[in-house]
């Protein structure tokens, strides 16, 4: 449960990342500005977030 909870905020973490690169808020990168990374980013988010709101959901 630990695990897939770290995991789960580890990946939101990192597409939080590639999203703001994405949209053009963290630069410095060949993703910065593109479309594919935005979307791949805000998956990411979304894939973790429901790892981990499931695993506490789970618990009770």
Not at 23 to 42: E, H, K, R, Y
Request: glycine letters at 22%.
């Amino acid at each position: 449960m630990v695990v897939r909870r770290g995991i789960g905020a580890v990946m939101a973490l990192i597409g939080l990342v590639w999203l703001q690169q994405g949209i053009g808020v963290l630069g410095g990168s060949f993703m910065s500005g593109s479309t594919v990374g935005a979307t791949i980013g805000l998956g990411l988010v979304l894939a973790g977030a429901w790892l981990v709101v499931g695993q506490n959901r789970r618990r009770r």
